[in-house]
């Protein structure tokens, strides 16, 4: 099967400003889990905007799918097989209700109106936010926000999943229920998280954002059983 996401060369950045990204080359492969850490700042969420067509390349190639990305019809088709979750919940939710914005996509797709909304109302359940769906999403709390905004990508049953900090702001039973439904997913991912414990459990290979370039990580997650002050604090060992 072929690569779903191919970079090569990419160097993007923001209109009038200098490149965040340089030269950067990065493959996702089927089946793959990819975490990806670096500095705030770094460019990792600008690297999963650009994967996504939302920053515009200044040179290099996008390969999406096997197919080479160019014009925004063409980002259009991937990003309905992409499940991107933006690190700020807020960007992806603006319907009057939380129900409207998790069949917003199923609709997307081409499904009825009917088939959307009912499967909305079961990932809704899924990710146990049944009650919410009546909701308006800007008055959520961030916690509801996130999960809300997870049902938004995880309804479409995408073919790979982008996720700009799953887990920010979650309590830890709602993180293990959000690891669980990842680990029960068999689909690549590419994950952008502060926490190492969490990437330890919910990818493979460890990935950097050094200098505008996709590095190996010298950071080595793992979980572990903190018996020093300040373990249950994500944290990186030497
Ligand atoms: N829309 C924008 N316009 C101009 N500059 C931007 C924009 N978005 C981000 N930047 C800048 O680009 C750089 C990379 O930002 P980015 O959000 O990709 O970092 P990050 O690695 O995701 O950081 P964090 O860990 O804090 O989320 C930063 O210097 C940021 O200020
Ligand atoms: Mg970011």
Same mark, same amino acid.
């Given at each position: 099967? @072929?690569?779903? /996401? ?14 965040? #990204?340089?030269?950067?080359? !990065? ?22 905007? $650009? /994967?996504?067509?939302?920053?515009? /390349? ?6 999406? *799918? ?8 063409? *980002? ?9 979750? !933006? ?6 939710? !603006? ?17 009825? +109106? ?10 809704? $359940? ?18 509801? @926000? @996130? ?6 990508? &995880? ?11 799953? $887990? ?6 709602? @993180?293990?229920?959000?690891? $669980?439904? &990842? ?6 991912? #590419? ?18 954002? +050094? ?24 944290? #990186?060992?030497?």
């Amino acid at each position: 099967m @072929k690569e779903i /996401i191919q970079l090569n060369g990419i160097t993007s950045g923001y209109p009038g400003r200098q490149d965040i #990204l340089r030269e950067l080359d !990065f493959t996702l492969r089927p089946g793959q889990r990819i975490g990806l850490i670096g500095p705030n700042g770094c460019g990792k969420s600008t690297l999963l905007h $650009t /994967i996504m067509g939302l920053v515009p /390349i200044r040179s290099g190639t996008i390969r999406l *799918f096997g197919r080479q990305v160019n014009t925004e019809a063409e *980002f259009h088709d991937a990003r309905l097989r992409l499940g991107f979750l !933006f690190q700020h919940a807020d960007d992806q939710l !603006f319907s009057p209700s939380v129900l409207e914005d998790v069949a917003f996509g199923p609709l997307n797709q081409g499904l009825g +109106r009917r088939e959307a909304l009912d499967k909305a109302m079961a990932t809704i $359940t899924r990710l146990g936010l049944e009650g919410f769906e009546d909701r308006v999403p800007y008055k959520l709390s961030g916690g509801e @926000k @996130k999960l809300a905004a997870l049902a938004t990508i &995880l309804v479409m049953e995408p073919d790979a999943l982008l996720l700009d900090e799953p $887990t920010t702001g979650l309590d830890k039973d709602t @993180k293990q229920r959000i690891l $669980t439904i &990842l680990q029960g997913l068999d689909i690549a991912c #590419l994950v952008v998280s502060h926490e190492p414990d969490f990437l330890a459990e919910a990818t493979d290979t460890l990935v950097a954002l +050094r200098d505008g370039q996709v590095v190996r990580s010298e950071a080595h997650a793992h979980t572990h059983v903190h018996i020093h002050e300040g373990g249950e604090e994500p944290h #990186l060992h030497d």
